[in-house]
């Protein structure tokens, strides 16, 4: 937090999350972090990661605090620590079982993404061939995020699946982590239709420096800011972020694990192609979380003020910390609320 | 096993089995029923009502004993017993762990029915709104119940996903409980399209006079009957068997488990109407698998000869047992069996 009460966020990094990385992250200046705890993770190894968050934090209790809205994102930042926001890539810790979404919820997770890269009980992924929507019961589900609090996510989820969750959801709905698919088309980039709705219906999504998501490589500052422009000018500068996506420390054994978790016996290629099946190196602008004061220049360089760079840089996700966190004692339950 | 060495198989029943379940299916003459293990389960709770399952076997060895293929079935039959195949209502117990195929097939399961009532991570059930096929995991799937020897029970799935699976499959699959839509149509009945495809392919439907899928209310032996005339003209006679889905001894509280396992804070009628929610009295003809001989007789009433009977009555599935459930000694890890 500068002297502006600026919170610069990271809307999603999927790292290996050790002390070197939280140095990193506090290096680039960012105040908090929406970090990954699940990828193919069920209920019951959900427990154990997050038992190693629980560890995490108080190991390192001098630089990082977790964090469940925005008031304790302040306050946490104003105690000179990173704020870390828990979150899950997939919907596979709720399993089939929707009195899961709260339990979750009550163990302190703010974020969930529908699907990772399969279909899943709640909708299809990117990757499926076909997508049939969001399942009846990814409607209760996002029913029950809607009422608790918890932000959904739609990086990795299908475009049909993605469009009934952004008309399902009662509350703004969040893609943390994807670029637009007009100007990098890949199947985990997002839809000019997918992007207005979702900005429409106050969402914000996060833009990701991640090479895969960039046309297959690590591109040049001034390309990357262009995407940014592009996407302000397509959903509005209220509803653009950045989510890094950074995904450091893992080796190919964990890479294998990202890409197929458990279903499948053959190589699987997520956001790769076959001539280029291992981690991407990462742009020159951002080699690592450190280098996040790089993109905060280049959106300068790109002609954006400061009143824009301040909510490019975390300000509009703060706005959605604010108004789709709301604190658990808030909730009804049993009632779809209607809006924050 | 009468004096011609006829089997007579109910190829689906889903009670809550216990001694007095046991002892009707024997007075019925059934030699051979394949039981519902799983409704909803995860791998975890599927371990504990396998080793309910070991129990029972122990408990009541004067009167069955598993089975896992036609030899073992014909030996338990010989020795006096009803031989039980045990089988999943459901991929629930796969999760998304390709390798849980192999591993419930080594724990002696021989059927496994794609989808239970709503969308999993293989494909869509006839419940869901939209059908979009068998997932890429769902490929998978079936293919490792190809390799070891595991039926594929295509009976709450949709429709869209059964072509698929009818499609994908390198062996013979089955609908062990359904009936023709044209006669009676329900979600749960399955549409000529889907029928004659499975016999061109050399499947078995197993017809049943659960009164859900017979109109909404039991039937007369003879309407019965001529449902089963339909499904032998529209697939061959060697295409038709009978699968009862007889589901006794169950309270409210399991129905509503039944119907909406952990996914659904509301209501779900399942194969139900608003108008009868309830647990249906079953027909005059069937009201426990004790009266399986007037299926039988029901059957030479409406005309058929002697051999078309056996067959109907179990002959279809012994062929599809002695056919789709290769021993596992003769599989070969990681090679798709081209036929059986």
């Known amino acids: 937090m500068d002297a502006n009460n600026r919170i610069v966020v990271d809307a999603l990094q999927s790292s290996n999350f ?3 990385r939280f140095l990193e992250i506090r290096a680039g200046g960012i105040d908090c972090v929406h970090a990954t705890v699940v990828i193919w993770e069920d209920a019951r190894t ?3 990661l997050l038992g190693a968050w629980n560890r995490m934090f108080r190991e ?8 469940r809205n925005g008031q304790e994102i302040r306050d946490v930042v104003a105690g000179g620590r990173v704020a870390v926001v828990l979150g899950f890539q997939n919907a596979s810790s709720f399993e089939d079982d929707l009195d899961l979404v709260e339990v979750f919820f009550d163990l302190g997770i703010r974020v969930a993404q529908l699907t990772y890269n399969i279909q899943n009980h709640v909708g ?5 061939p076909e997508d049939a929507g969001l399942t009846r ?4 589900v996002v029913g029950e995020m809607n009422r608790l609090g918890m932000l959904v996510d739609l990086s990795h989820v299908g475009e049909r699946t993605s469009l009934d969750a952004i008309d ?3 509350r703004p709905v969040t893609i943390t982590h994807a670029n637009p ?3 990098w088309p890949h199947p985990r980039n997002k839809s000019d239709e997918v992007l207005r709705k979702l900005a429409a219906r106050g969402g914000v999504l996060g833009v990701a420096p991640y090479a895969h998501l960039t046309g297959g490589g690590p591109v040049a500052i001034e390309e990357w800011t262009s995407m940014v422009a592009y996407a302000v000018d397509l959903m509005g500068v209220d509803h653009v972020g950045i989510g890094s996506d950074a995904s450091h420390g893992w080796d190919e054994e964990k890479l294998q694990w990202i890409r197929k978790g458990r279903w499948s016996h053959v190589t699987q290629l997520g956001p790769a192609s076959p001539d280029a099946q291992g981690w991407l190196p990462w742009p020159d602008f951002f080699k690592t979380p450190a280098m996040f004061p790089t993109i905060e220049q280049g959106l300068r360089d790109r002609g954006f003020d ?3 760079v301040d909510k490019l840089v975390g300000g509009n996700w703060m706005r959605i910390f604010d108004e789709g966190l709301t604190p658990h004692s808030d909730s009804r339950p049993s009632v779809v609320r209607a809006s924050a």
Do not use: K, N, Q
Request: aromatic content about 10%.
């Open 137 to 140: 019961f990814g409607g209760y």
């Open 181 to 183: 698919a007009a100007v």
């Open 60 to 67: 390192h209790d001098d630089l990082i605090a977790p964090a």
């Open 46 to 48: 959900t427990l154990d």
């Open 124 to 128: 299809a992924s990117c990757y499926e």
């Open 168 to 170: 399902r959801s009662a």
């Open 18 to 20: 050790t002390r070197e």
């Open 306 to 308: 400061d009143a824009e």
